[in-house]
């Protein structure tokens, strides 16, 4: 189950006119809790307006360093986001969970890694970036990063500095779709970029790993292009802005109503909710203290298991066949399609 943790902002640094990185100040006795691997989020949890809000972000520091640094951009109307690029302050209070997710760098010898990202998907890739040289001297990361304009750029200046420092170990491709930049590619991540890198500029290399984060069109499309490349699927690794809707999924879901026991905290609690609720909203509206982050179905936050009963989630980018095979889903894609369900968040 995830754990607040009341810390201090000790750093806020505006990377991009629209886009800060916000450094919380960890205290001693949180140190341990607080370790991650290269990839992992954490929630973060503020009351705004009468309403108390938690969103998910990557971390884009590196284990080594000590530091627990996330980047958030402004999205319209996104209210979270528009409240921490514009209000947040250093010394402001704030709640985090510890680490978590399953997009993860497990870096390793004689390795060579590439990695597309686009926008803020650059947030778990630097950490990873970061990891690699930092750790593994005889390893090699290749990075594609799209954005509109060098200005949008987040981390551009960092991204720059690491290229010099690590020139030969790191290889940095800019692609810009709203701006043309001298020696950098113009468009945006797609079947013809990916393969241009890796079919023509790379083709002497073998990529030991890829990973992406993005929109689900970039991620689709690059990942196709990588196994026609001869990168086996389970070595390309991503992770979503959003998902789209499973149609045939949403079909299933009927009016109706189901009797659900819900097992947290050791506790069982059990309820009638609609079947055109999803299991997590239902929760929450009856005074349960589910874990929850994006809400949207792209991190792990509120994944449980069905113990009995059926259920179909109208999104999931994170649950692999198997997982869903032996029950697990996420709370806040999944529907009721039984007249009775148990799920269980302990046991995950």
């Given amino acids: 189950m995830a754990t607040f943790h009341k810390v201090n902002i ?32 954490i929630t973060l949890q503020k009351e705004i307006n009468g309403e108390e809000i938690r969103r998910a972000y990557s971390i884009c520091s590196t284990p080594k360093s000590g530091e627990i640094r996330v980047a958030i951009k402004a999205v319209e109307n996104g209210t979270f986001s528009v409240f921490a690029t514009s209000g947040l302050k250093a010394g402001d209070v704030i709640e985090i969970s510890e680490p978590e997710g399953r997009f993860l760098l497990n870096a390793d010898v004689n390795k060579n890694y590439i990695a597309f990202a686009a926008g803020s998907g ?21 990075l594609v990063y799209g954005n509109k304009t060098a200005a949008d750029t987040i981390f551009y200046d960092e991204l720059n500095s690491l290229k010099e420092t690590y020139s030969d170990r790191f290889k940095l491709h800019y692609i810009f779709s709203r701006e043309e930049v001298k020696n950098q590619l113009r468009g945006r991540i797609d079947e013809s970029v990916t393969n241009y890198f890796v079919k023509n500029m790379y083709r002497e290399l073998s990529f030991d790993a890829a990973f992406l984060c993005g929109p689900e069109e970039m991620i689709n499309e690059v990942s196709k292009t990588l196994e026609n490349n001869n990168i086996p699927k389970e070595n390309i690794h991503f992770e979503l802005f959003t998902t789209s809707v499973d149609e045939e999924a949403l079909s299933e879901v009927k009016e109706g109503t189901t009797e659900i026991t819900v097992l ?7 309820f009638i909710m609609q079947q055109t609720d999803d299991i997590l909203a239902a929760s929450l509206r009856n005074d349960l203290d589910a874990p929850y982050s994006c809400q949207g179905g792209v991190c792990s936050s509120c994944m449980c298991k069905v113990t009995e009963g059926k259920a179909v989630m109208v999104k999931n980018s994170i649950l692999t066949d198997g997982e869903i095979a032996d029950g697990l889903i996420l709370a806040c894609q999944a529907h009721p399609t039984t007249a009775k369900i148990t799920i269980d968040f302990d046991d995950v």
């Fill in 10 to 41: 000790q750093e806020i640094k505006h990377e991009t006119a629209n886009a800060v990185s916000v450094l919380f100040k960890i205290p001693e006795n949180l140190k341990e809790a607080f370790n991650f691997t290269a990839g992992q989020y």
């Fill in 122 to 142: 650059i947030t778990p890739i630097l950490s990873m970036v970061k990891t690699v040289l930092e750790t593994e001297s005889t390893s090699k990361f290749t």
């Fill in 264 to 270: 947290l905290d050791d506790e069982e609690t059990t």
